[in-house]
Nanobody, 121 residues
Framework: QVQLVESGGGLVQAGGSLRLACAAS????????MGWYRQAPGKPRELVAS???????NYAEPVKGRFTVSRDSAENTVYLQMNSLKAEDTSVYYC???????????????WGQGTQVTVSS
């Protein structure tokens, strides 16, 4: 199995920056795509940004030009640099990894516990 531990959330003023980090651990696994989702109260979870093992990135339209996803594949860690934060970015941010684990068929989705990001206006 794969465990994901997030860090870096908090409270920031509008226009400020935060950096989230997510480290994956476990045994006998290979991660394909890592990324970040967010979920605000009463809303569905939505993709924020993702990055493949080859470095291809994908961003949701609302965060393009403001957020940057990066990855340290050697350390199985993914980062989300969030700049020019807006009140509407307030949400719980979840780390996601699509990983193949030895002994289990196919790739599975793994989730972190979530970290709160609050942007005050």
């Amino acid at each position: 199995q794969v465990q994901l531990v997030e860090s870096g959330g908090g409270l920031v003023q509008a226009g400020g920056s935060l950096r989230l980090a997510c480290a994956a651990s476990g045994s006998s696994f290979s991660i394909n795509t890592m990324g970040w989702y967010r979920q605000a109260p009463g809303k569905p979870r939505e993709l924020v940004a993702s990055i493949t093992s080859g470095g291809t990135t994908n961003y949701a339209e609302p965060v393009k030009g403001r957020f940057t996803v990066s990855r340290d594949s050697a350390e199985n860690t993914v980062y989300l640099q969030m700049n020019s934060l807006k009140a509407e970015d307030t949400s719980v941010y979840y780390c996601n990894a699509k990983a193949v684990v030895s002994g289990f068929p196919g790739a599975r989705n793994y989730w972190g516990q979530g970290t709160q990001v609050t942007v005050s206006s």
